[in-house]
């Protein structure tokens, strides 16, 4: 960090904003390599569940009532028990749950990167960003 | 609503096109998908925007992939900024919560409107020029480069306005929470006019951010039972697809004059939102 903070101060004395040197580790580029694994990887994944859901609408019973869009379940542990049951809108459930977990993988996995940087100050500014999206599942608990 | 495989499959169809349009018309996939839900399959709009957020984590994950591969993207920004996105987010979806509906129709029509602007009207600078770091930037080391492929060259930048920049990013984060939409604009105004970043920078950038700020809200609109499955699933489905097509599309046609052909299109859904907002329905 200390040798980042000294390029980005001589950078304040030039004037001109041309040729500079390239500014990017060679660490990060791995890093944001893995970054975009982990969001391709967290897409298709939940696609693919969410397909197996509504594959099972149709097979299982109760999958396409009235009754059924507004009641389902909301909670991992509902999401748990339905999918044992092979319940579809469990199956759905836990691909959107995926798909939601996706960016907030991508900011834990930022931690590490910016830790094997040794940008400590990107490593509490990343931890803040995910304590955030942690704390905002339990905001919507106990419905409107 | 009636409920049967036929309605899903063309849940699946409208996300397909909502999704297309959306990546055509420049404004991101997951635009239309509130209007489609409400305007033509009539759902209740909590549903429409807890459904919609869902379609924007996946088309913006998708999309981001590839972004942060050429290095446009600086993450530093992206991260830093994204706690003021993360918070508004979580005020917006919290908001949506209290607000009556008909309130939400009128924000998103103007929100979609004001979305069009910059379509209209450039907005920022493609390279500006005499930029200096702010204090908070120097100290947040926000200052970066990346290659532009046009000019053959490393394009170094600095930072400007940075506290003014984050908070309008808190801005950005309450709509993107209180509609259901990434709100990329916005993001892109705070970056671009604001921060006075190049625009690729600010566009890849606010790309690699919509992810995370709507992965905010879902949460809160997950645990709240605002996300019904049997609309969720056909419509991140369709609009992945479609958002894919739309970008496949988009390379082979000029995108400037394809905006513009799709604007009239977009003014009449904002238009449509305004009006069922002030409970006029039907044209």
């Not at chain 2, 591969?69 to 987010?89: Q, S, V, Y």
């Not at chain 2, 009128?106 to 770091?133: A, D, T």
Request: aromatic share 6%.
């Amino acid at each position: 960090m200390q040798h980042q903070l000294h390029s980005s101060m001589k950078k304040k004395h030039e004037a001109s904003l041309q040729k500079e040197p390239k500014q990017t580790p060679p660490s990060s580029d791995q890093m944001t390599i893995i970054i975009a694994r982990i969001l391709q990887v967290g897409v298709m994944v939940s696609a693919a569940i969410l397909l197996l859901g509504v594959i099972l609408l149709p097979i299982r019973p109760g999958g396409l009532t009235q009754h059924r869009l507004q009641s389902f379940p909301t909670t991992l542990l509902q999401i748990w028990s339905g999918i044992t049951t092979l319940h579809p809108q469990a199956f759905i459930a836990l691909g959107i749950i995926l798909l939601i977990a996706t960016p907030v993988l991508r900011v834990a996995a930022s931690i590490v990167a910016f830790g094997l940087e040794r940008d400590f100050r990107y490593v509490v500014i990343t931890i803040i960003v995910l304590l955030i999206l942690v704390i905002s599942f339990g905001l919507g608990m106990g419905g409107r | 609503m009636h409920l049967s495989i036929l309605l899903l499959f063309l849940l699946f169809g409208g996300a397909v096109i909502a999704g297309v349009v959306g990546a055509l018309a420049g404004l991101g996939g997951g635009v239309l998908i509130v209007p489609l839900l409400t305007l033509v399959f009539h759902a209740p709009i909590e549903y429409a925007v807890g459904t919609s957020i869902v379609a924007v984590i996946a088309t913006s994950s998708g999309a981001a992939a590839a972004y942060v591969k050429d290095r446009l993207t600086n993450l530093r920004i992206g991260m830093f900024l994204e706690i003021g996105t993360t918070i508004g987010a979580v005020c917006g979806a919290l908001l949506a919560g209290i607000l009556p509906a008909n309130l939400l129709f009128i924000l998103f029509g103007i929100i979609l409107l004001i979305s069009l602007l910059p379509l209209i009207f450039k907005l920022g600078e493609e390279l500006p020029q005499g930029v200096k770091n702010d204090r908070l930037a120097t100290l947040l080391n926000l200052s970066g480069s990346y290659p532009d492929q046009n000019l053959g060259r490393e394009v170094s930048y600095q930072v400007t306005r940075t506290p003014l920049g984050l908070g309008m990013m808190y801005v950005a984060g309450l709509i993107s929470g209180l509609l259901g939409i990434g709100s990329g604009t916005f993001k892109v105004l705070a970056m671009d006019t604001v921060m006075r970043l190049p625009m690729k920078v600010s566009t890849t950038t606010s790309n690699f951010m919509i992810g995370v700020t709507a992965a905010a809200s879902a949460g809160i609109y997950f645990s709240r039972g605002d996300i019904p499955p049997l609309l969720a699933a056909p419509v991140a489905l369709g609009v992945l697809l479609g958002a894919l097509l739309g970008a496949r599309l988009l390379v082979q046609m000029s995108n400037k004059r394809l905006r513009l052909l799709f604007l009239p299109l977009m003014g009449i859904i904002a238009l449509e939102m305004l009006l069922r907002g002030f409970g006029i329905t039907g044209l």
